[in-house]
């Protein structure tokens, strides 16, 4: 081997560690991404999914496909565990206030205070819904502790918001409901997954936050067993304010403000002891440092200032001439001892196994000890390539997986911007949007379908079928026509969606988004004959500007605001099965793309008074 290949295969070796740096801080940026909208044991059984029908061939992929009844379900069930809802009285004074823009920034000022609070008392923030804010203790992993937990997370919930009611001078505040009881968690559907809870414990522990008191806990006669008498309540009638809690024993909890403050003394030492510890630590670090690199940093010094090198890449380059270094000096021994060849080798190439293979000391030595240095160097090179090769192709195999599973939990834009920075909690991604056209798609029937009993798992087999409802409409979100939709979550049975929140395609948007209203519509029938099952959808739309962004960095979450958002949700719930209801607005540029509309007439909806909306024909 010349000289000159020498300087080649030296430079080929850099560039590569280069490569593996650039992909391992990617791969680690992308998973963490991705742990702070999953749980970790949801995260690996989604990545194993993908890398399993990555790896079949399309041809067996679609026999799995027709010979699977049902799609992949990730739910489990979780015993013990304490739910708590929290919602912002005033909020409506509140957004009436400021515009929406301000309105965002303050909710995620709020929310991401709110997480903080969680994390302190080892709660996982399940969803944002507006104003709404829920949580869950005991998942997940299980604590015997978490009753105590929802009820402290609730009471500085209500402390952490009188900051806000000061600084804005609207009398709002927190109600907070905690029940205790059993949940079924994970994800369903096929795009947009969000971790989420169900169970008639989940849809109890709502009601305790709806049946509660401004500023108060309201807990239920289950999370006052687990508290062992830690703190003081008293007695309410929860079932005065909802109906659903009558003849339920709940209580308020007294928040005590009679926390004991450290000394001092003891403050001042637990400081000092932390300060130690961190410099020992730092003092370790920069040791191993030092005797790791200490054969780089002479070499990518020089020829960072002669090449004018960034420090990124001399970074880059003084990683990859320790590498080389190590390797060549590895290499040396190796030839001058020759019964520790494959040994050598072995140790200073981990990743190659097809080196110690070839070179294992069941082989007979002689022939690689004889051969000349030049010939024994060439082979080297050829299973050093090859090693470089596939451990490169294992790595883009690994970041497309993790990209691909990214695009399922966050739209791409809003994944490309989160990935590589240090974003603080309440850091603010949003956009304006002139005009989106948002939908809300309900099956109210499934309250009534969904029961706990032996012969459906307690609740499981009800949501395999809800799986199975919200995994065909994300289906139709991968044809062509229906690209510029978006969905942006499930709400219990609710379906939520928005066309125009990429492109500003205007009537466009709309004919999509009610192509896409009439395409689930067609969907569930075909659900229905082949489960025997009659559900109806209940669909309501409005257009309008919205703002969209991300709510609470260190856990993200997608969604939009805006009065737009909150008529098209209304438009749901005032509405009837099997129909899709509009505002007046809306009905004009409906009828414009061709469609027809039938008047309702005049009705009342929550905070917007008398509306006069339309049916959209969808015959």
């Not at 944002?128 to 009753?147: K, Q, R, W």
């Not at 991968?478 to 978006?486: A, D, G, H, I, T």
């Not at 509405?575 to 007439?601: D, M, S």
Request: proline share 3%.
């Amino acid at each position: 081997m010349t000289e000159r290949d020498r300087r080649i295969s030296n430079q080929k070796r850099e560039e590569f560690s280069c490569i593996r740096s650039k992909k391992e801080v990617t791969k680690y940026q992308q998973e963490q991404l991705l742990l702070s909208v999953l749980p970790r044991y949801i995260a690996l059984e989604l990545k194993t999914e993908v890398v399993k029908r990555l790896s079949k061939p399309e041809a067996c992929q679609g026999d799995t496909n027709t010979s699977n009844n049902f799609h992949s379900l990730y739910v489990r069930q979780h015993k013990d565990v304490s739910i708590l809802y929290a919602d912002i009285v005033g909020f409506t004074k509140l957004s009436s206030s400021c515009t929406p823009e301000e309105l965002v920034v303050v909710l995620n000022k709020l929310f991401g205070r709110f997480d903080d609070i969680a994390k302190k008392n080892e709660c996982l923030r399940i969803k944002i819904l507006g104003d709404c804010y829920y949580c869950v203790s005991g998942l997940p992993d299980p604590t015997s502790s978490h009753a105590r937990n929802c009820v402290q997370m609730g009471l500085d919930m209500c402390t952490a918001i009188k900051s806000l009611r000061e600084a804005t001078g609207v009398e709002i505040s927190m109600r907070v409901g905690v029940h205790t009881g059993n949940v079924l968690c994970g994800v369903i559907g096929l795009q947009k997954w969000q971790y989420d809870v169900w169970s008639h414990d989940v849809t109890l522990a709502n009601h305790m936050e709806s049946g509660g008191l401004a500023g108060r806990v309201h807990i239920s006669e289950e999370t006052m067993r687990h508290l062992n008498g830690m703190y003081q309540v008293e007695d309410t009638d929860g079932g005065a304010r909802d109906a659903l809690l009558q003849g339920r024993k709940t209580y308020l909890v007294t928040d005590p403000h009679k926390r004991k403050a450290r000394r001092p003394f003891e403050v001042g030492l637990s400081l000092s002891l932390s300060l130690s510890l961190s410099l020992s630590l730092s003092l370790s670090l920069s040791l191993s440092l030092s005797l790791s690199l200490s054969l780089s940093l002479s070499l990518s010094l020089s020829l960072s200032l002669s090449l004018s090198l960034s420090p990124t890449e001399s970074l880059c380059l003084s990683l990859s001439l320790s590498l080389s270094l190590s390797l060549s000096l590895s290499l040396s021994l190796s030839l001058s001892l020759s019964l520790s060849l494959s040994l050598s080798l072995s140790l200073s190439l981990p990743l190659s196994p097809y080196v110690s293979l070839s070179l294992s000391p069941s082989l007979p030595l002689s022939p690689y000890v004889s051969l000349p240095q030049d010939e024994l160097s060439s082979r080297v090179e050829f299973l050093l390539g090859r090693c470089f090769r596939t451990e490169q192709e294992e790595m883009e195999t690994i970041e497309n997986v993790n990209k691909l599973l990214l695009q399922n939990v966050l739209p791409l834009h809003v994944a490309s911007y989160f990935m590589g920075k240090a974003v603080c909690n309440q850091d603010l991604y949003s956009r304006s949007c002139d005009c989106v056209c948002v939908m809300f798609a309900s099956v109210p029937e499934f309250k009534e379908f969904y029961s706990e009993s032996m012969e459906n798992r307690d609740g499981l087999e009800c949501i395999r079928f809800l799986n199975e409802i919200i995994s065909d409409f994300d289906e139709l979100l991968s044809k062509p026509k229906f690209c510029c939709v978006e969905k942006i979550k499930t709400i219990g049975s609710t379906y939520m969606a928005a066309a125009g929140l990429t492109n500003q395609g205007g009537e466009n948007n709309m004919r999509s988004m009610v192509e896409f209203a009439m395409a689930l519509m067609a969907k569930l029938e075909l659900l229905n004959t082949h489960s025997f099952n009659s559900f109806k959808l209940r669909i309501g739309i409005n257009h309008g500007p919205v703002i969209a962004g991300v709510i609470g960095a260190h856990k993200p979450q997608y969604d939009i605001w805006g009065n737009a958002v909150n008529v098209a949700s209304r438009m749901d719930s005032t509405g009837e099965l099997n129909k899709i209801q509009v505002t007046e607005e809306t009905a004009e540029v409906v009828k414009a793309l061709g469609f027809g509309v039938t008047l309702r007439g005049v009705i009342n909806v929550k905070g917007k008074g008398q509306l006069t909306t339309y049916f959209i024909n969808t015959n």
